[in-house]
């Protein structure tokens, strides 16, 4: 898989739970897009660069809940990308490099990082919006 992921750890620890709510860009070399409580912008030719903040990575790492249901809604719009968590905003990506993999219409998919653990989806939703 290419393409932006919006992560989720298992909170197994305090470093665990530092990447919930970041965007990754997978199998590129620019690894971590938007850390959890930041709005970053990517141009043509250019690296991301932060442009806003939601709020402090800390507070916001609040909303994971460890051992319960956790809320995951993805808004993905052409080069814009919305990740809350718990609906809680936790980061944002608007790549207006209209070559970039964050920009290519293609296939989801669902993982877990971190240590091993049980792992339960349930009334998943995908909306294709015109």
Same mark, same amino acid.
């Given at each position: 898989?290419?393409?932006?992921?919006?992560?989720?750890?298992?909170?197994?620890?305090? @470093? &665990?739970?530092?990447?919930?709510?970041?965007?990754?860009?997978?199998?590129?070399?620019?690894? #971590? *897009? =938007?850390?959890? $409580?930041?709005?970053?912008?990517?141009?043509?030719?250019?690296?991301?660069?932060?442009?806003?903040?939601?709020?402090? @990575? &800390?507070?916001?790492?609040?909303?994971?809940?460890?051992?319960?249901?956790?809320?995951?809604? #993805? *808004? =993905?719009?052409? $080069?814009?990308?919305?990740?809350?968590?718990?609906?809680?905003?936790?980061?944002?990506?608007?790549?207006?490099?209209?070559?970039?993999?964050?920009?290519?219409?293609?296939?989801?998919?669902?993982?877990?990082?971190?240590?091993?653990?049980?792992?339960?989806?349930?009334?998943?939703?995908?909306?294709?919006?015109?």
């Amino acid at each position: 898989m290419i393409g932006p992921q919006a992560d989720f750890w298992y909170p197994v620890n305090e @470093r &665990a739970k530092q990447y919930s709510g970041q965007l990754y860009s997978q199998n590129t070399s620019l690894g #971590i *897009i =938007a850390w959890r $409580g930041q709005v970053v912008q990517s141009l043509p030719g250019k690296p991301p660069q932060l442009v806003g903040t939601i709020g402090d @990575r &800390a507070q916001l790492g609040t909303y994971v809940k460890d051992g319960e249901w956790n809320q995951y809604t #993805i *808004i =993905a719009r052409g $080069g814009v990308i919305l990740h809350i968590l718990n609906g809680q905003l936790m980061a944002v990506l608007v790549d207006d490099d209209s070559k970039s993999t964050n920009n290519v219409s293609g296939l989801f998919g669902l993982q877990i990082e971190g240590a091993p653990c049980k792992v339960s989806f349930r009334d998943l939703w995908l909306r294709k919006i015109d």
